[in-house]
């Protein structure tokens, strides 16, 4: 088991993938005390190629790596991708490209939610994966045979899963499903987002336009000083006080000192003096100048009925299709759908997903679609035909 820790090695077996169709990656790393995750570890593997690739050795540059990333002739392979394509952005300012994401794929084919890496390779491959190195503090070095071999695994078996996958993919004509996920997973503003638009991964616990505003500018400084900083937002201010601030607009550090989301003394920091400067901003901004309330959609009576319905639907048609039904449709899609019918802008009423289950789904909330028992099963019908 080698540790490529060479520049000419490095160049050597990027050159060796570069001849393959596909190539398996993905990477170890340590993100709890920072922002950007630290890269410890790169795996990667085609058939009869494998390397572990140290981004840590003093004398690596990744530019290779990038440039295989970047190279349109080689599909990237990951499992569960988001985290491994965000490193790669951040480091190398790209976007790796084609990429096939198994755990992605796996739903389409009906292996279920979400299913972990081990469990689709004892599923695919028969194959029960030894994951006693997964909580490794992969900046340690050396590495241990041990963790070098859990990690090549993480691309060895995935050269079988990815070939069952596709077969399975172009077998069922569904290759165009994962294309347009692959597409949303690709996008570049997936991995760099603003941070004016931070505040909207907070949960909404403000009840006015002047809470809102002060929780949009904390949000955003929060997130710049997290990322000059390169630690994780809570080590700037935590949420709950981001709330709490919004509610209670401190102007000063005695106000500031009062609050129990912030610890003791902290209010005499130098973080909290830039925190109280963004909250007498936005407590001194005009009226006209507020940002406007998120529309509440309120559901009409008897939708959460409905929702229950569409559930069972979407059950039905999942089994029927072989797929799992969070790939068809989300809980916030037929929560919507219930409640807007075809004017519901939801992912579950565009494309494939509308021609497999949207489409059916606004049938059962125009009352054209009925559920019935029949024979112990529930099975759906047509009203029109059954009249």
């Known amino acids: 088991m080698h540790l490529i820790q060479d520049q000419a090695e490095l160049e050597a077996v990027i050159a060796k993938l570069e001849q393959s169709s596909f190539?398996?990656?993905?990477?170890?790393?340590?993100?709890?005390?920072?922002?950007w995750p630290i890269l410890c570890l790169i795996q990667m593997a085609a058939p009869g190629v494998?390397?572990?690739?140290?981004?840590?050795?003093?004398?690596?540059?990744?530019?290779?790596?990038?440039?295989?990333?970047?190279?349109?002739k080689v599909t990237k392979v990951f499992h569960a991708a988001r985290q491994d394509i965000e490193i790669v952005f951040h480091l190398g300012d790209m976007i790796p490209h084609p990429v096939f994401d198994t755990q992605v794929a796996a739903m389409v084919c009906g292996f279920g939610d979400?299913?972990?890496?081990?469990?689709?390779?004892?599923?695919?491959?028969?194959?029960?994966?030894?994951?006693?190195?997964?909580?490794?503090?992969?900046?340690?070095?050396p590495l241990s045979h041990k963790q070098l071999e859990y990690a090549l695994a993480d691309v060895t078996y995935?050269?079988?899963?990815?070939?069952?996958?596709?077969?399975?993919?172009?077998?069922?004509?569904?290759?165009?499903?994962?294309?347009?996920?692959?597409?949303?997973?690709?996008a570049r503003e997936t991995y760099d987002p603003h941070p004016?638009?931070?505040?909207?991964?907070?949960?909404?616990?403000?009840?006015?336009?002047?809470?809102?505003?002060i929780v949009q500018a904390l949000a955003a400084w929060r997130d710049r000083e997290a990322r000059e900083r390169d630690v994780p937002r809570q080590r700037v201010v935590k949420d709950d006080a981001i709330y709490e601030i919004a509610q209670q607009g401190p102007r000063d550090s005695q106000a500031l000192g009062r609050l129990r989301s912030t610890p003791k003394g902290w209010e005499r920091s130098s973080t909290a003096a830039a925190l109280l400067e963004i909250v007498n901003q936005a407590l001194d901004l005009p009226k006209e100048q507020l940002p406007k309330m998120p529309k509440q959609v309120h559901q009409p009576e008897g939708s959460g009925a409905a929702v229950e319905l569409l559930k069972v639907l979407l059950k039905l048609i999942a089994e029927k299709?072989?797929?799992?039904?969070?790939?068809?449709?989300?809980?916030?899609?037929?929560?919507?759908?219930?409640?807007?019918?075809?004017?519901?802008?939801?992912?579950?009423?565009?494309?494939?997903?509308?021609?497999?289950?949207?489409?059916?789904?606004?049938?059962?909330?125009?009352?054209?679609?009925?559920?019935?028992?029949?024979?112990?099963?529930?099975?759906?019908f047509d009203i029109a035909a059954a009249e």
């Open 196 to 213: 004016d638009d931070a505040w909207k991964r907070l949960k909404m616990r403000v009840r006015k336009p002047q809470e809102l505003a």
């Open 114 to 141: 979400s299913v972990s890496y081990d469990q689709l390779v004892q599923k695919v491959t028969g194959t029960r994966l030894d994951k006693s190195s997964r909580f490794t503090d992969w900046r340690h070095r």
């Open 50 to 72: 494998t390397a572990l690739v140290d981004p840590l050795a003093k004398n690596i540059d990744l530019a290779p790596f990038f440039r295989l990333m970047a190279n349109e």
């Open 321 to 380: 299709e072989g797929v799992a039904p969070k790939v068809l449709a989300s809980g916030d899609d037929l929560e919507k759908i219930a409640g807007e019918g075809e004017n519901a802008t939801v992912p579950a009423l565009s494309g494939w997903r509308r021609e497999v289950f949207g489409e059916r789904a606004l049938q059962l909330v125009r009352g054209e679609v009925g559920l019935k028992f029949e024979k112990r099963r529930i099975v759906e």
């Open 23 to 35: 190539v398996t990656v993905d990477t170890e790393f340590i993100r709890e005390t920072t922002f």
């Open 158 to 186: 995935l050269i079988e899963v990815y070939e069952y996958l596709r077969t399975e993919l172009e077998r069922e004509d569904r290759a165009h499903w994962l294309t347009e996920e692959m597409d949303v997973l690709t």
